[in-house]
């Protein structure tokens, strides 16, 4: 649980570098909160197809209870939306790789055509182990005992 919240823990940190194991489980997290959500919505009687398409029935969104999943749903997405990009630059540091890489994966994934390639080699990346001991983005997370003590 607790490689779970240390992307939360490290809110706005850009700085340093993230183990796959932080980012995975982070990620898992994440899926869990979005099955939980779904579950939610549809024990509280929305249709799948309502939660893809919302113009086709207007009236299923008009309970109090649902606005309330509905609004805790975007409070979860915006609460994440910064500890996700930290965690994503930090594991591309982990790689010895610039976190303007991931801008620029991303802003490629809304491309069409290109965009399943970029999201492909986002996904790789976030997979890939980092480099072995220190690099310039700082000492290595799986061997904290290469890093510099005393300076």
Do not use: C, Q
Request: aromatic residues 12%; proline residues 8%.
């Amino acid at each position: 649980m607790g490689w779970m919240l240390l992307p939360l823990r490290r809110y706005a940190d850009f700085n340093g570098r993230s183990r796959r194991r932080e980012y995975w489980m982070f990620a898992l997290l994440n899926a869990i909160v979005a099955v939980v959500w779904f579950g939610l919505a549809g024990a509280a009687g929305v249709p799948f197809a309502t939660m893809a398409d919302p113009t086709a029935d207007p009236g299923a969104f008009s309970s109090g209870l649902l606005m309330v999943i509905g609004l805790l749903g975007a409070v979860w997405v915006l609460a994440i939306i910064i500890p996700s990009i930290a965690v994503s630059v930090r594991r591309l540091h982990d790689r010895d790789m610039s976190g303007w890489w991931y801008l620029g994966l991303v802003l490629a994934g809304m491309i069409p055509m290109v965009g399943f390639l970029a999201s492909l080699a986002l996904l790789v990346l976030m997979a890939l182990p980092g480099t072995p001991g220190p690099n310039r983005f700082g000492p290595d997370p799986k061997d904290p005992s290469t890093a510099a003590v005393f300076d």
